[in-house]
């Protein structure tokens, strides 16, 4: 397999980025049902699509030749020419979870099948572009995982629905007194 694992669409504001001598992070959880701590994400390799605020795709790129990693790359789009240009993210990774929640080592240089591969180059067009006649999906294959955005809220504390949420509800016993 080449994809071991994605996210889509992302939320770029649900992220924590990490303050001074505080490193961010950039957590999910697995869509299958199986319960478990959130896995940083930080690390991976692979490829990502960044959106704007219509799911319009912004920019497609790659993470892993080098040393930086889809957290770095996410981080330097924040402060480049593409900013205030997206909010929302996919990406798709090659370095499996282990069973500890930790990535495993990186992806050694194996070649896959051919027809994984393209496989697995159509998937991540579906899932990004979303085209109206791609009815059937992406085919990723069984052991490819999907995981979910994680918000952490003792980082990043209530998200604006919550904080409303948290005041409408307040809002009878205000009235009563």
Same mark, same amino acid.
């Given at each position: 397999?080449?994809? @071991?694992?994605?996210?889509?669409?992302?939320?770029?504001?649900?992220?924590?980025w990490g303050k001074p001598n505080v490193s961010g992070h950039l957590k999910g959880i697995i869509t299958n049902g199986?319960?478990?701590?959130?896995?940083?994400?930080?690390?991976? @390799?692979?490829?990502?699509?960044?959106?704007?605020?219509?799911?319009?795709?912004?920019?497609?790129?790659?993470?892993?030749?080098?040393?930086?990693?889809?957290?770095?790359?996410?981080? @330097?789009?924040?402060?480049?020419?593409?900013?205030?240009?997206?909010?929302?993210?996919?990406?798709?990774?090659?370095?499996?979870?282990?069973?500890?929640? *930790?990535?495993?080592?990186?992806?050694?240089?194996?070649? /896959?099948?051919?027809?994984?591969?393209?496989?697995?180059?159509?998937?991540i067009l579906i899932a990004t572009a979303e085209p109206a006649h791609n009815k059937q999906g992406g085919r990723f294959?069984?052991?490819?995982?999907?995981?979910? @955005?994680?918000?952490?809220?003792?980082?990043?504390?209530?998200?604006?629905?919550?904080?409303?949420?948290?005041?409408? *509800?307040?809002? /009878?016993?205000?009235?009563?007194?």
């Open positions: 397999m080449l994809i @071991q694992n994605y996210g889509l669409f992302w939320k770029e504001e649900d992220v924590y199986k319960t478990g701590d959130p896995v940083d994400f930080r690390e991976q @390799q692979g490829v990502y699509v960044l959106y704007d605020d219509t799911f319009r795709v912004v920019y497609v790129g790659q993470t892993g030749v080098g040393q930086q990693r889809l957290f770095d790359r996410l981080k @330097q789009h924040k402060n480049d020419n593409l900013a205030d240009r997206w909010s929302k993210f996919s990406w798709f990774g090659i370095r499996r979870v282990n069973k500890t929640g *930790d990535l495993a080592a990186e992806k050694n240089s194996a070649t /896959p099948e051919i027809g994984d591969v393209l496989n697995h180059i159509e998937a294959g069984e052991k490819v995982e999907q995981y979910l @955005q994680y918000r952490d809220k003792e980082d990043l504390g209530l998200s604006v629905p919550e904080m409303i949420k948290q005041i409408y *509800d307040s809002l /009878p016993s205000i009235m009563n007194n």
